[in-house]
């Protein structure tokens, strides 16, 4: 999984409370984002982010918040978890050479919103 | 409205055949367009990348063509295995925006014995 890590792997939470999830790369990538994954839907883009407390917003971003703090570590925060985000949450780097970009992904960690 | 189509869900084959399958977009400009593979419960894993100008990609068993003026791709493993087994994603770089990559849906390809 390209040196990505991810926690915690499951989580089953309530309605209403804050969750954070944890992305840790460890060789220096740039560009880290964070993904949900649902049927029907495929991979759909929440927040991405270019540098350390450099961050912008994706496809379906409401209800989400990032930070970024150190190259390392990019973190999601469900402000208040709703049922509507139970899914499946992946989180990549991209390398960018040559005008072009691949991502790379971490595990997964599924989210249960009771 | 922008979409990426990919041909159907799941695709069966036999062992041994050619599977293809498609990735089809709307309202895109594409400078390339990427293919992974997803296994149950593991994230996407990069396979090949074509450009706009490059009509035919291969990488051992694995095939790629685009078509700018079909607005399609498609991704042909030859002499399938049971281990080819997975859903395959699509994903297309825009030219133009901030947020670049954009995925298909994905099919599962399932390769019989």
């Known amino acids: 999984d390209a040196g990505i890590t991810q926690s915690p792997r499951h989580k089953v939470t309530e309605t209403g409370t804050p969750v954070t999830l944890r992305c840790h790369q460890t060789e220096n990538h740039r560009y880290m984002y964070w993904y949900r994954q649902d049927p029907g839907h495929g991979l759909r883009l929440i927040h991405y982010?270019?540098?350390?407390?450099?961050?912008d917003k994706g496809e379906v971003s409401d209800g989400y918040s990032v930070s970024r703090s150190k190259t390392e570590d990019f973190l999601l925060t469900l402000e208040s978890a709703t049922s509507s985000q139970t899914s499946v949450y992946f989180c990549?780097?991209?390398?960018?050479?040559?005008?072009?970009?691949?991502?790379?992904f971490g595990p997964g960690t599924r989210l249960l919103v009771l | 409205s922008q979409k990426i189509e990919q041909n159907s869900e799941a695709l069966n084959i036999q062992e041994g055949k050619t599977a293809t399958l498609t990735c089809n977009y709307t309202?895109?400009?594409?400078?390339?367009l990427q293919w992974y593979r997803q296994d149950p419960g593991r994230g996407p894993v990069f396979l090949l990348l074509i450009r706009e100008n490059e009509k035919e990609k291969r990488k051992e068993r694995l095939k790629v063509t685009f078509d700018t003026t079909l607005k399609q791709s498609l991704f042909h493993i030859t002499a399938s295995q049971p281990a080819d087994s997975a859903t395959y994603l699509c994903a297309l770089f825009n030219q133009t925006g901030a947020n670049n990559l954009f995925f298909g849906t994905g099919t599962r390809l399932t390769v019989i014995p």
């Open positions: 982010s270019y540098g350390v407390k450099d961050t």
């Open positions: 990549a780097i991209s390398e960018r050479t040559g005008g072009r970009e691949t991502q790379y």
């Open positions: 309202n895109y400009s594409p400078a390339y």
